[in-house]
């Protein structure tokens, strides 16, 4: 396969992430107090690029669990720097704040290093006993 269709494909996962935590936490701010609505997400987004990560790996896995997470990352603050920061506050105060952007960040990227980590060691063990 074309290594432009498996960077599409790649970086088409992490747009699905990113846009699931963006929904996630416009409801939370719309719905909760700012505090809430910032824990709210901090524990959505490594659960939501589990799922995510987890369809990657199972389905297509072109690239290693850590060129995954770098790159499922990448995406998530290049979009929150542009759309959010940008476009949407016109300011990045943003990064100034751990739990609303540092803390899901790291959780984002350890969540799909270990969910690539896995799904690899069970896709290696299978093909190891056939």
Known sequence: MKFSTCALIMLAHA???????????????????????LMVHTIA???IFWAVSTVY?????????????????????????LV???LILHSLEMFASALGTWIPLALIFTSTW??????TRKRAMLGSSR
């Not at 790996?57 to 720097?81: K, N």
């Open 15 to 37: 747009a699905v992430g990113w846009a699931l935590c963006f929904a996630t936490i416009g409801i939370a701010m719309a719905t909760l107090q700012f505090d809430a609505a």
């Open 45 to 47: 987004a490594p659960i």
């Open 57 to 81: 790996f199972s389905r297509f896995g072109y690239t290693s669990p850590l060129q995954t997470a770098i790159a499922f990352t990448g995406f998530v603050i290049v979009a929150d720097f």
């Open 84 to 86: 959010v920061g940008i």
């Open 114 to 119: 270990l969910t690539g980590l896995s799904n």
